[in-house]
């Protein structure tokens, strides 16, 4: 099966802090890979590693490989503009911008040049029926996004992940700012998606992991202490 992202001894420090210690992890291409663990173990840290979300903090240091498709992340060629055009990211609490619904879906993809309307008008539907909220959006895409529910919201995010065509979708505990009716549309919505993508997310809620992911890591201070198909790590 092949990889999509290799991590190799990856040692990550937040000033004198060792956050993730020696971390070696492959992500397979087109599965959902978990990472679970109690707070404050690095999965959070390792996750924003995959695409350089800890290039913004201060005092970081980090030593070790991520090797997305074959090429190192950290190289200094690396346009990391293009990384998380690649490799997107949806965080723990829902939010989209204070635009329209159609705004911030066409957001990323004005970012990187498209101006056609119409090339537009099929990138904001196809990327909210992909996430599943087209049919409950359509008739309302110039309203503000910040008046849907926070399902609703979170699934926004989702599209507008999309929206940029990335090959990777990073996850940031996505559910837990949710309902549970919420948390189950988005947690169908993932396996659906993983046909086109290769998914990674980080939850606290081992059911969850347990549900929808091929492969679970189990975080432990720092250390990834397990690792393997979801079947056999539970």
Same mark, same amino acid.
């Given at each position: 099966?092949? +990889? %999509? $992202?290799? *991590? ?6 937040? !000033?004198?802090?060792?956050? /993730? &210690? ?7 291409? +087109? %599965? $959902?890979? *978990? ?6 173990? !690095?999965?959070?840290?390792? /996750? &924003? ?186």
């Amino acid at each position: 099966m092949e +990889n %999509k $992202i290799e *991590a190799r001894h990856l040692n990550l420090y937040y !000033g004198q802090k060792h956050a /993730l &210690k020696d971390v070696s992890l492959d992500i397979k291409k +087109n %599965k $959902i890979t *978990a990472f679970i663990g109690p707070s404050g173990c !690095g999965k959070s840290t390792f /996750l &924003k590693t995959l695409n350089r979300m800890n290039d913004y903090v201060d005092n970081v240091k980090i030593e070790g490989d991520v090797i997305l498709d074959g090429e190192d992340i950290y190289d200094s060629r690396v346009d990391t503009t293009l990384l998380r055009k690649k490799v997107g990211m949806v965080f723990q609490q829902p939010n989209p911008f204070p635009m329209s619904i159609y705004d911030n879906v066409a957001y990323g993809p004005r970012i990187h040049g498209i101006k056609n309307k119409k090339q537009l008008d099929k990138i904001v539907e196809d990327s909210l029926k992909a996430a599943a909220l087209y049919d409950e959006v359509s008739d309302r895409l110039h309203s503000s996004a910040l008046g849907l529910s926070g399902g609703q919201q979170q699934r926004l995010c989702i599209a507008r992940a999309l929206a940029v065509q990335p090959e990777v979708i990073l996850l940031d505990e996505p559910t837990s700012a949710l309902d549970p009716i919420s948390t189950l549309k988005i947690e169908e919505l993932l396996l659906q998606l993983k046909d086109q993508y290769t998914i990674a997310i980080v939850t606290h809620n081992m059911q969850q992991a347990s549900r929808i992911a091929d492969y679970t890591a189990f975080f432990l201070v720092g250390e990834m202490v397990e690792y393997g198909s979801t079947k056999d790590v539970f």
